[in-house]
């Protein structure tokens, strides 16, 4: 019997970008400066020193790019808010004309038919917080709080899925582990405690939500699956450590209260005793819970690594991206079952998935071919459609990225874009991966059955 790709009716097809990485000036109509803007004007901090001065001027081209949308498609669109448009200072004054930049985006995309799910937090942290401690002070959750309260009252209903937190795990992994991230630090005393807080500060949103809000909610989490390199007790062991700093450090505070066993093994006498009522805040009820599905690791026993003993294993003859990450669907087939299996029946999107290939800086003709990643999206879709039939309640994808940009510290040396982006003119054009994608929504998958 041939297998029929199509998805159920009502599966959500979109996109999704970030704040910080499209829509160039930050500082404009009074924005407050974020810890993104500080590092990466930080020498050294950027590959090629790229900023996100200019990125893909989308806050002055939103209009021209919701329409790549509707040529696409789309149903949905996932972006991020930078918190200090808003909250210049990250708390008290808000700024009306950012909140206006937000509130003509979402017009823009609701008169296109387009369903606004919008994310509080993808990783621009208000430098002025930064400067009050960060992710590292306890009252993070309580600021949080308060911008989530005024972003609710501006736009719910208006927008009706919302997410408060963009993967925390790279936020701490990158952020406060091993710096490569802003803010840069590099302390494994101090990665637990900003993830704590940034878990606090997800629940302290959902709680604002239910008294503001009247629609959905949830969190969104990269899960990279870990598999081990052989059985031995050693290697099980380590991927068990690595499923459990990646993976289980960030959902397990937020859908069960509690750390799994293995972070104290792994921090040691860094692990805090966090108190036990923090975790009635981190455990709240969410409408939906967003997965960013990009690779998995084959994890082998390395007491060198620091501070996880552990270190991925590169596989022969499989294709890897300009990432490194190897191409790996049946990890998201995988992904979706195991996080059914431990959490529950909570309705799943995949919030971001995609890859960079190399496409060149300036796109000829009127598609560009990028045959690798073509093949990335097809594989992924059907290894979507096979957790739907394994009883996964996934109710939509939204693809990495609807155009080329800025690829945090790697600057725009990766592209992840259905569109192409020609950083010096901000021409973009349509890879053929778009063109796949567009036919993928029109048929509803029935087209990745050829
Ligand atoms: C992030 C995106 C990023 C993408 C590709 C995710 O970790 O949410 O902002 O561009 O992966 O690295």
């Known amino acids: ?71 696409l498609g789309l149903q949905g669109y996932r972006f991020s808010i930078a918190w200090a448009r808003v909250l210049p200072e990250g708390t008290g004054r808000v700024n009306e004309k950012g909140l ?60 009706q899925r919302w997410a408060t937190l963009n993967e925390p795990w790279v936020v701490t992994d990158g952020g406060y582990l091993h710096g490569a991230l802003a803010p840069g630090h590099r302390s494994k005393y101090e990665a637990p405690i900003a993830a704590h807080n940034l878990m606090r500060a997800s629940g302290a949103g959902i709680q604002a939500y239910r008294a503001h809000g009247k629609h959905e909610i949830g969190v969104v989490f990269n899960i990279e699956p870990k598999y081990p390199h052989s059985p031995s007790p050693e290697d099980l062991a380590a991927t068990r450590r690595a499923h459990a700093y990646m993976n289980e450090q960030f959902a397990d505070p937020a859908l069960l209260g509690s750390y799994p066993p293995e972070l104290k093994e792994i921090f040691g006498a860094a692990w805090p005793d966090f108190p036990a009522d923090d975790f009635k805040l981190t455990r709240q009820k969410v409408d939906f819970v967003g997965i960013n599905y990009y690779t998995r690791a084959v994890v082998k026993n390395d007491p060198s690594q620091y501070p996880l003993k552990a270190s991925p294993v590169r596989q022969p003859n499989k294709t890897y991206t300009e990432t490194g990450w190897e191409v790996f669907e049946q990890g998201l087939t995988d992904t979706l079952t195991w996080f059914k299996d431990r959490y529950g029946d909570i309705p799943l999107y995949i ?38 039939d394994a009883g996964v309640q996934l109710k939509g994808y939204y693809a990495w990225s609807l155009m080329d940009n800025l690829e945090w510290s790697l600057g725009f040396s990766k592209r992840f874009g259905l569109y192409h982006v020609d950083f010096a003119t901000q021409k973009r054009t349509p890879k053929a991966t778009a063109k796949l994608y567009a036919r993928v929504i029109e048929s509803n998958g029935a087209v990745l059955d050829d």
């Open 1 to 71: 019997m041939t297998r029929s790709y199509r998805f159920p009716e009502d599966f959500l097809w979109g996109a999704a970008t970030s704040a910080y990485q499209i829509e160039g000036s930050p500082l404009a109509d009074g924005a407050g400066p974020s810890i993104w803007e500080r590092f990466a004007h930080t020498p050294g901090m950027m590959v090629g020193g790229d900023t996100g001065d200019v990125a893909c001027d989308h806050y002055r081209r939103y209009q021209d790019d919701v329409q790549l949308m509707k040529a």
């Open 100 to 159: 206006d930049f937000y509130k003509r985006l979402v017009d823009e995309l609701l008169e296109n038919g387009i369903a606004p799910n919008a994310t509080l937090f993808h990783w621009d942290l208000p430098a002025a917080l930064d400067d009050r401690g960060g992710w590292l002070n306890r009252d993070s959750a309580h600021w949080f709080a308060e911008y989530a309260e005024v972003m609710f009252k501006a736009l719910d209903g208006r927008v």
């Open 351 to 388: 919030t971001e998935n995609g890859s960079a290939f190399y496409d060149p800086p300036v796109a000829e003709g009127e598609v560009l071919d990028d045959p690798l990643r073509t093949g990335y999206l097809r594989k992924h879709l059907r290894a979507l459609h096979k957790a739907i």
